[in-house]
């Protein structure tokens, strides 16, 4: 197999694997919705009757939010860690299609640029 074949299947399973992701993502979105109805429907001023039961509550929904927002966010950072070991091979200049000459710009530049994270 040669490089241009190496990266091509290298290629096809990011699609695949984005492609899942985006599966998992409209199931999260449903359940999302899910459970925004029920909140909407059981969870009322009655509810709870002192602020701290009220605040526990609140604070529990918002912090799985915010652990579902920081798991993506460490799924796209390795998706685009990926992406540019295909995109941008060893020996290339920086100002390539990762940098902030190519599209990389548009956000401000490097995703994952400087992560030691994995």
Known sequence: ????????????????????????????????????NWLLTHITGDTYVTHPERLS???QFHEHNVELIEGLTKLCHGLNRNMKAVLQPEGEDSEGIGGMGGMGGMFGGGFGEGDNDG
Not at 12 to 30: F, R, S, Y
């Open 1 to 36: 197999m040669n490089r241009e074949q190496a990266y091509q299947l290298t290629l096809d399973a990011l699609a695949k694997l984005q492609w899942n992701t985006a599966m998992i993502l409209e199931a999260k979105a449903i359940e999302a919705e899910k459970v925004r």
């Open 57 to 59: 509550t609140s604070l």
